[in-house]
């Protein structure tokens, strides 16, 4: 290697370190360009709030002038755009079968929100041919640098789906309640993403609890089961969101309780929430673009073989 070739390697070096110190929380790609960092929100069964916090996020992620993509992935049941009061025309599975393009089923919900909505197409992803995988990736590498956030709202329960999706983000965030079923399944997801995958991280939001000694009793019974059985992994308490009737409240009228009732106690939690997401750090092993995402995804589609 000549003299001027190091020395080129050496200012690149200094230059990126720069960077990354005016943006210490912010992935970015090798020309500075800002990555979005992408957020699965799950749970081991339904009607734990998921769908609602992820509604909620967004809109919070908005007001703190963020952009956010909501991919609707909840299947069967998708229903962020009813939270929302949109009806899309159109939907993920027209991309799969190459009737839209992915930039033309973009649904905008909130100024700097939008939404991928769900379709019977995502029902039959672990069926997709290598033509329709390649097609995915080239749309989902259309849409770098449309949002600084992308929050995927997953089923909820152990389905291959799900799995996937949890394992492709950046950050997997477990939703659970004070219900012992609730907890229960959340372990269970997790057990399984840890022992047949190697998936080690996980963030848990604790929803509808009377105060933060209930959440945190949900999180002992969690992190004393994962550091018992499920060893090397690691399960972060995010906090918790109380018990809120101006929640339900907001549901009935098509709005986020963030839009409602700004200064209701579960705004205010998730107020806090995306502000903590917008300050910590992006995984290491994190801040791809959204073909990278994509990528990882259509990676683990291949049949589980046990």
């Known amino acids: 290697m ?5 020395l080129r390697k050496i200012v690149k070096k200094q230059a990126e370190g720069t960077l990354k110190k005016r943006m210490p929380n912010k992935a970015v790609n090798e020309s500075g360009k800002r990555l979005p960092r992408v957020i699965a929100v799950t749970s081991g069964k339904g009607g734990v709030g998921k769908t609602n916090i992820v509604a909620s996020l967004a809109v919070a992620f908005s007001k703190l002038d963020q952009r956010v993509l909501i991919l609707d992935a909840d299947l069967g049941l998708a229903n962020i755009d009813i939270i929302f009061g949109v009806r899309p025309e159109y939907n993920i599975s027209h991309v799969i079968s ?5 930039s033309e089923i973009i649904f905008e919900v909130r100024p700097q929100v939008r939404i991928i909505p769900a379709g019977s197409g995502f029902e039959n992803l672990t069926a997709l ?3 329709q995988k390649l097609h995915l990736l080239s749309e989902f590498e259309a849409l770098d640098g449309v ?4 929050l995927i709202d997953t089923g909820a329960g152990i389905s291959a789906n799900v799995l996937y999706f949890n394992m492709a983000a950046d950050d997997c965030v477990v939703i659970a309640t004070h219900e012992p079923t609730s907890i229960t399944d959340a372990y269970a997801m997790m057990k399984v993403m840890s022992t047949n995958h190697g998936m080690k991280r996980y963030k848990l939001l604790v929803n509808m609890v009377k105060d933060e000694g209930e959440a945190k009793q949900v999180y002992l019974t969690l992190s004393q089961a994962v550091d018992r059985f499920l060893k090397g992994t690691v399960l972060e308490y995010l906090g918790f969101i109380p018990q809120d009737e101006k929640l339900r409240a907001a549901v009935l009228s098509r709005k986020t309780v963030m839009e409602k009732y700004p200064e209701a106690p579960s705004s205010q939690r998730i107020f806090s929430q995306a502000k903590a997401f ?5 995984p290491l092993d994190g801040g791809g673009n959204m073909k990278f995402f994509m990528q990882r995804f259509l990676h ?7």
Do not use: C, M, Y
């Open 278 to 282: 917008i300050d910590a750090p992006v």
């Open 147 to 150: 949002a600084d956030f992308v």
């Open 98 to 102: 190459g009737e839209k393009s992915l």
């Open 2 to 6: 000549d003299q001027a070739s190091s």
């Open 129 to 131: 041919t290598e033509g």
């Open 300 to 306: 683990h589609l291949n049949p589980i073989r046990r």
